[in-house]
C-alpha cells in the first residue's frame, strides 16, 4: 500500500498559479502512474492529470490542458501540480492517486487503488 499527502492548497484569484504537491510513501517501489483528481460537492470525482512511472508519459483533462502541468520527482517519490491562469471552475478538493497495477494512463478513478486525504483550492473571481 502506498500512503499519499497532499499539500499546497488555498484561495487564490483568478489569473494566478497555484502548486500542490504530494508525497508517497509507503510501498513506493510498487507505484507505476501517479495522478490527479479534484471532487465538487454533489458531483463525481473527476481526472485533472497522470504521469507514468516508466514512459514518464503524461496525461491531461481537456479543461486543463495548457494550463495545468504535472511533474514527478522519481528519487523523491513526489508528485506535483503546477496549476496557472487557474479559473474560478478550477475550485475544488484536489486529490492524488496512486496506481500500482499497470503503468499505463488511465483517466478513471477505478484504475487507482491509493488517494491522498485532498487539499481545497478556491479560485475567487
Known amino acids: 500500500q502506498v500512503q499519499l499527502v497532499e499539500s499546497g492548497g488555498g484561495l487564490v484569484q483568478a489569473g494566478a498559479s497555484l502548486r500542490l504537491s504530494c508525497v508517497a510513501s509507503?510501498?513506493?517501489?510498487?507505484?507505476?502512474?501517479l495522478g490527479w483528481f479534484r471532487q465538487v460537492p454533489g458531483k463525481d470525482r473527476e481526472f485533472v492529470a497522470c504521469?507514468?512511472?516508466?514512459?514518464?508519459?503524461?496525461h491531461y483533462a481537456d479543461s486543463v490542458a495548457g494550463r495545468f502541468t504535472i511533474s514527478r520527482d522519481y528519487v523523491n517519490n513526489t508528485v506535483d501540480l503546477l496549476m496557472n491562469s487557474v479559473k474560478p471552475e478550477d475550485t475544488a478538493v484536489y486529490y492524488c492517486?496512486?496506481?500500482?497495477?499497470?503503468?499505463?494512463?488511465?483517466?478513471?478513478?477505478?484504475?487507482?487503488?491509493?488517494w491522498g486525504q485532498g487539499t481545497q483550492v478556491t479560485v475567487s473571481s
Open positions: 492517486a496512486a496506481r500500482r497495477w499497470f503503468d499505463t494512463i488511465s483517466p478513471s478513478r477505478n484504475a487507482y487503488e491509493d
Open positions: 504521469q507514468t512511472g516508466g514512459s514518464k508519459r503524461t
Open positions: 509507503g510501498s513506493t517501489f510498487d507505484t507505476k502512474v
